[in-house]
């Protein structure tokens, strides 16, 4: 990636709007919430999802092609910027993706992220978008694969899928803090969508004992779980 060219927003580089921001960050927190994450600004989400839009009316392949990575927020700009684009080539628009992907270095710049287009439009795509998903399933990377659960979570939790999903999910084999972290947060949001079969699924499942424990915590604690399911859950639990 060439880095010679400086794409200017109204005529400024994009960093100084984001060190402009950080004049009312709370880099402390952020920090907390990322740990072990270098050059964090603690900008604010709204504030970043503002300037991103900006950048996606603009020259957003210029920036793509020329964007710093040094701090956190300038990845999760990038993938942001690449939630509100109108990609004339989804081949093309996919290769920007795969670019950011390979920069992740928080649970918070994957998680920020989202495709282009309205539901009409990733239906469209959706066959692509799901294969695509299931390579970074089956990386042996942290956050290519966090970024594959995810994603996954977030769109294919259906009729179509869920079976399949189950598979996936089981046959993850990373001993990464965030990827099981991951698995935990999407299994339960499959319990939420389809809480029998998820339940049979959980009785079979071969997740580690803190995956398959935090699923069921994290399933407990949504408000979407009625008692009594609750309490058949905590009886689940692995010793």
């Known amino acids: 990636m060439s880095t ?15 060190l402009k921001l950080s004049e009312n960050s709370n880099k402390a927190f952020a920090e907390k919430l990322n740990p072990g994450v270098e050059n964090v600004l603690g900008l604010r989400l709204p504030d970043m999802r503002k300037l991103a839009q900006e950048i996606a009316k603009s020259h957003w392949k210029e920036y793509m092609d020329t964007a710093p990575s040094f701090y956190m927020e300038e990845r999760m700009l990038q993938g942001l910027v690449l939630g509100y684009v109108k990609p004339d080539d989804f081949e093309e628009y996919l290769s920007y993706v795969t670019r950011f992907v390979k920069i992740i270095n928080s649970w918070s710049v994957c998680d920020s992220f989202k495709f282009a287009g309205n539901k009409k439009y990733i239906s469209a795509h959706s066959g692509r978008i799901w294969e695509y998903l299931k390579s ?13 659960v995810v994603m996954t979570m977030k769109y294919f939790i259906d009729d179509s899928h869920i079976d399949e999903l189950y598979g996936l999910y089981d046959n993850i084999r990373h001993d990464g803090y ?21 339940m049979e699924y959980l009785r079979k499942s071969s997740l580690d004992d803190f995956t398959y424990n935090k699923s069921i915590q994290k399933t407990i604690e949504s408000y979407r779980v009625d008692e009594e399911m609750k309490i058949r859950l905590r009886a689940m639990r692995r010793k």
Do not use: N, Q
Not at 7 to 17: A, C, D
Not at 183 to 194: E, G, K, L, T
């Open 136 to 148: 970074y399933i089956r990386s042996d990377k942290e956050y290519e694969i966090r970024f594959g």
């Open 178 to 198: 965030y990827v099981r972290m991951a698995v935990a947060w999407a299994v339960s949001f499959c319990f939420i969508a389809y809480p029998e079969k998820t």
């Open 4 to 18: 010679c060219k400086i794409f200017l927003l109204h005529g400024k580089p994009v960093r100084e709007y984001l």
